[in-house]
């Protein structure tokens, strides 16, 4: 299985910017066999929230509405990593973030069945 690993997370005043990335590692086969990934958070007291969304062999994308217009998400299959650009933070943003891929066949705005899970980064924005 792919091994998913985030970096970038931090603290920011808002209206700040950071840009989050999630490397995965493994065999040319299981990177291969990942359909989409996505980006998840999760804020205490609260449920995970998906945030965005990217299929791997094209360039469809998908955001919730809480970050519609300020985030973007991306991947450089190059560079076997996912990105989420992360502009115009508000403290509602503070949250762990969590980079996760699927195997199964869903549309973007559908945020189940993702298998796996990197251990997340700490995103904390202060007023």
């Known amino acids: 299985q792919v091994q998913l690993v985030e970096s970038g997370g931090g603290s920011v005043q808002a209206g700040g910017s950071l840009r989050l990335s999630c490397a995965w590692i493994g065999h040319w086969y299981s990177a291969y066999s990942m359909y989409s990934m996505g980006w998840f958070r999760q804020a205490p007291g609260k449920e995970r929230e998906g945030v965005a969304a990217?299929?791997?062999?094209?360039?469809?994308?998908y955001y919730s509405d809480s970050v519609k217009g300020r985030f973007t998400i991306s991947r450089d299959n190059a560079k076997n990593t996912l990105y989420l650009q992360m502009n115009g933070l508000k403290p509602e943003d503070t949250a762990m973030y969590y980079c996760?891929?699927?195997?199964?066949?869903?549309?973007?705005?559908?945020?189940?069945?993702?298998?796996?899970w990197g251990q997340g980064t700490q995103v904390t924005v202060s007023s």
């Open positions: 996760a891929s699927r195997t199964a066949f869903h549309s973007l705005g559908d945020f189940t069945d993702y298998n796996n």
């Open positions: 990217i299929y791997t062999g094209g360039d469809s994308t």
